[in-house]
């Protein structure tokens, strides 16, 4: 079976530096990835996804994130955080063929002034 | 009304309580499901409707019972629910499982459930 592991619970940072959470999955013969961003009180807002083609995979909000098969990860980055960054992301797989989806336990992003 | 919506966003009840939470997705969606959420844990899993049918129960405990009348509408019924059930219950909806979109998940708001 499928799993995800997000090894920060939580990661403090400064406004305007950069940021990288870590996310690594069980190994398969092919996966779907996805970062969601939960805003306090709020329901999960998907961030980008990889399905296939370009490893280097851009989403909303100025993040990516690279697929890397042979690390079998898939850490998302920022180039430089907004105190508006706040929030939890969750890693998430799919091998594509259920109908679930696998979640990380979540890491807590913030980004102090 | 777009994406996914969640009726009541907040919802305090009684152990003894009857109260039902609603779903709606306005994306076309077949698939649509349950999720738990309490402090410090993990997202759980509870159920998943394909075409209607329920594909998954993750050891739900009984006081809680889902329907689905439709691709479109999803429901959970509480009964004599437990202070332990206080936590964020999110709906989520996807195209199709094995879809070109990876069983991509569109989330509602959640309610926030407090259970006296």
């Known amino acids: 079976a499928q799993s995800v592991t997000q090894l920060d619970s939580q990661v403090p940072v400064f406004e305007e530096a950069p940021v990288e959470l870590r996310c690594n999955y069980s190994?398969?013969?092919?996966?779907?990835l996805f970062w969601y961003v939960q805003y306090p009180n709020q329901g999960l807002q998907l961030l980008l996804k990889y399905l296939s083609g370009s490893t280097l995979v851009k989403g909303i909000n100025g993040f990516e994130a690279e697929f890397n098969k042979s690390q079998t990860s898939f850490h998302l980055r920022k180039p430089s955080v907004h105190i508006s960054d706040t929030a939890e992301y969750f890693c998430a797989v799919s091998d594509g063929d259920t109908d679930k989806l696998i979640f990380g336990t979540g890491t807590r992003l913030q980004v102090f002034p | 009304e777009t994406g996914v919506t969640q009726t009541p966003r907040h919802l305090v009840m009684g152990m003894t309580n009857k109260k039902s939470l609603k779903c709606e997705q306005h994306?076309?969606?077949?698939?649509m499901y349950w999720y738990k959420q309490s402090a410090k844990k993990p997202l759980e899993l509870m159920f998943v409707y394909n075409f209607k049918e329920q594909t998954e129960n993750n050891s739900v405990p009984s006081r809680f019972s889902p329907e689905c009348p439709n691709s479109s509408h999803l429901f959970l019924h509480l009964h004599t629910l437990q202070p332990e059930d206080s936590a964020l219950y999110l709906c989520?909806?996807?195209?199709?499982?094995?879809?070109?979109?990876?069983?991509?998940?569109?989330f509602g708001p959640g309610t926030r459930l407090t259970v006296l």
């Open positions: 989520a909806s996807s195209q199709s499982p094995g879809g070109p979109e990876g069983n991509e998940q569109f």
């Open positions: 994306l076309g969606h077949n698939a």
């Open positions: 190994s398969s013969v092919s996966v779907y």
